[in-house]
């Protein structure tokens, strides 16, 4: 039992219920309870540990890293907590219940045995400074209303392909003049029943000032047939086109929203000169990795410590003759797409990324293979000059590249031939001097 802390709990954290597991420090003895998941409980549980503990601090073992019963521990400095990793939770509960059974009260004993005996490979919760969470929060629900743009631009492209399709010839779906003219005009028949100069206007007031481009969709307007004359799919398509293209509208209000405050946080980070010096990582990716990397420089020792937990390196599976490469399934998600999105980027920029890729290509490696073969050199010079505080400079890592290289040999001289009479034949050898 370890003796600097006065006691360890485990919590089986739930929607409405928590189950703990108290064992103090010298005992074998546990106690169990349960906690009402309100912050009056919590406000309770936790102030009637400090009381009976003298403010010693606790270690607390949860299953999660951030969520509503971790955001309310954090803010009692008596508390530490010690997030566990569901799947060591669940590979442990097989261990001891090959049947597979289980509930919270079991489930809170398992956590504090984990606790107990394997805290040593447990790594207690730091949070980061609250500009760089707050960053990590705001880029990561920007990318779900990304998501969710696709999503609804997807919807409205289905629905106009059965009714409209010449609207995905005259817009891009998925922008805000396409989310307009689409709850303005949501079928031909009423496009065709405006006035030229309503349509004209519009495209105006939108931006679009290209009056030969503005003259060519007019004409098309003119000239379009309707897809389908069935009333029952223009009636129904129609509405969910309006619906659709105001959810859309909504949607880029609010990625508009999110990137002007995440741009403003960004610019004051201090590591923000040193992200945005990377090739590929423009307004939406330089926030992203500095989210990715924290400002912890402690928290990672090796390149190959963010190289794994990122999911880019693959996984060697390897017993007797057989041996299995396939990539990393547990892992941040978003965390390996924001360096997959970087890398893929970087190719346009950067001439070694590019070349690179291409040799990975060559070798008959599928695109995603390549890419992340990129990421994983790009997290190396990434790591180097984030632990640094160094902005990059491709000049000094092209002449390490350069010089990694292997050195071709200098071409000899050309020499001067001529023909030489030897044993009376003719053969060619080199002039001597």
Same mark, same amino acid.
């Given at each position: 039992?370890?003796?600097?802390?006065?006691?360890? *709990?485990?919590?089986?954290?739930?929607?409405?219920?928590? *189950?703990?597991?108290?064992?103090?420090?010298?005992?074998?003895?546990?106690?169990?309870?349960?906690?009402?998941?309100?912050?009056?409980?919590?406000?309770? +549980?936790?102030?009637?540990?400090?009381?009976?503990?003298?403010?010693?601090?606790?270690?607390?073992?949860?299953?999660?890293?951030?969520?509503?019963?971790?955001?309310?521990?954090?803010?009692?400095?008596?508390?530490?907590?010690?997030?566990?990793?569901?799947?060591?939770?669940?590979?442990?509960?097989?261990?001891?219940?090959?049947?597979?059974?289980?509930?919270?009260?079991?489930?809170?004993?398992?956590?504090?045995?984990?606790?107990?005996?394997?805290?040593?490979?447990?790594?207690?919760?730091?949070?980061?400074?609250? %500009?760089?969470?707050?960053?990590?929060?705001?880029?990561?629900?920007?990318?779900?209303?990304?998501?969710?743009?696709?999503?609804?631009?997807?919807?409205?492209?289905?629905?106009?392909?059965?009714?409209?399709? /010449?609207?995905?010839?005259?817009? =891009?779906? %998925?922008?805000?003049?396409?989310?307009?003219?689409?709850?303005?005009?949501?079928?031909?028949?009423?496009?065709?029943?405006?006035?030229?100069?309503?349509?004209?206007?519009?495209?105006?007031?939108?931006?679009?000032?290209?009056?030969?481009?503005?003259?060519?969709?007019?004409?098309?307007?003119?000239?379009?047939?309707?897809?389908?004359?069935?009333?029952?799919?223009?009636?129904? @398509?129609?509405?969910?086109?309006?619906?659709?293209?105001?959810?859309?509208?909504?949607?880029?209000?609010?990625?508009?929203?999110?990137?002007?405050?995440?741009?403003?946080?960004?610019?004051?980070?201090?590591?923000?000169?040193?992200?945005?010096?990377?090739?590929?990582?423009?307004?939406?990716?330089?926030?992203?990795?500095?989210?990715?990397?924290?400002?912890?420089?402690?928290?990672?020792?090796?390149?190959?410590?963010?190289?794994?937990?990122? %999911?880019?390196?693959?996984?060697?599976?390897?017993?007797?003759? /057989?041996?299995?490469?396939?990539?990393?399934?547990?892992?941040?998600?978003?965390?390996?797409?924001?360096?997959?999105?970087?890398?893929?980027?970087?190719?346009?920029? @950067?001439?070694?990324?590019?070349?690179?890729?291409?040799?990975?290509?060559?070798?008959?490696?599928?695109?995603?293979?390549?890419?992340?073969?990129?990421?994983?050199? +790009?997290?190396?010079?990434?790591?180097? @000059?984030?632990?640094?505080?160094?902005?990059?400079?491709?000049?000094?890592?092209?002449?390490?590249? =350069?010089?990694?290289?292997?050195?071709?040999?200098?071409?000899?001289?050309?020499?001067?031939?001529?023909?030489?009479?030897?044993?009376?034949?003719?053969?060619?050898?080199?002039?001597?001097?």
């Amino acid at each position: 039992m370890p003796t600097e802390f006065a006691a360890l *709990v485990a919590i089986d954290w739930a929607d409405q219920k928590h *189950v703990w597991a108290l064992q103090k420090a010298g005992s074998s003895e546990r106690e169990t309870g349960t906690i009402d998941h309100t912050p009056e409980a919590v406000e309770d +549980w936790a102030s009637g540990l400090r009381l009976r503990f003298g403010g010693q601090p606790i270690a607390v073992a949860l299953e999660q890293s951030r969520g509503p019963l971790v955001f309310a521990l954090t803010k009692y400095d008596h508390l530490v907590i010690f997030p566990v990793h569901p799947t060591t939770l669940a590979n442990y509960r097989k261990s001891f219940r090959p049947s597979g059974a289980k509930d919270d009260p079991s489930d809170a004993r398992l956590l504090l045995d984990i606790l107990t005996l394997h805290r040593d490979q447990l790594r207690r919760l730091n949070p980061d400074t609250p %500009g760089t969470r707050t960053l990590q929060f705001l880029v990561e629900e920007r990318r779900k209303l990304v998501h969710e743009k696709t999503r609804y631009s997807n919807r409205i492209t289905a629905h106009l392909k059965m009714y409209f399709p /010449q609207v995905l010839h005259w817009f =891009d779906v %998925g922008t805000i003049i396409s989310a307009d003219f689409l709850e303005r005009w949501p079928s031909l028949e009423q496009l065709q029943r405006a006035k030229p100069a309503a349509i004209e206007r519009f495209f105006l007031d939108h931006n679009s000032r290209d009056r030969e481009r503005i003259a060519q969709r007019m004409e098309q307007i003119r000239k379009a047939v309707p897809a389908t004359l069935d009333a029952a799919v223009l009636t129904a @398509c129609s509405a969910a086109i309006g619906a659709w293209a105001a959810l859309l509208k909504q949607v880029l209000t609010a990625i508009a929203l999110y990137d002007e405050k995440i741009d403003e946080l960004a610019r004051v980070h201090p590591d923000y000169a040193l992200m945005n010096s990377f090739p590929g990582a423009g307004s939406a990716l330089a926030p992203r990795l500095i989210a990715a990397m924290g400002s912890q420089r402690e928290r990672y020792q090796t390149a190959q410590e963010i190289q794994c937990y990122s %999911g880019i390196a693959p996984v060697v599976v390897s017993s007797g003759q /057989q041996r299995w490469v396939h990539w990393r399934w547990a892992c941040p998600k978003f965390l390996r797409q924001t360096f997959h999105e970087w890398a893929l980027h970087s190719i346009a920029y @950067c001439p070694w990324a590019r070349e690179y890729y291409e040799q990975q290509r060559a070798k008959g490696k599928l695109h995603n293979t390549a890419i992340r073969a990129v990421a994983f050199k +790009w997290i190396r010079i990434l790591f180097r @000059c984030w632990k640094e505080r160094k902005p990059y400079d491709e000049a000094i890592y092209q002449r390490a590249l =350069d010089a990694r290289r292997p050195k071709t040999q200098l071409a000899a001289p050309a020499e001067e031939l001529q023909w030489k009479n030897v044993a009376g034949f003719l053969k060619i050898a080199i002039k001597e001097a």
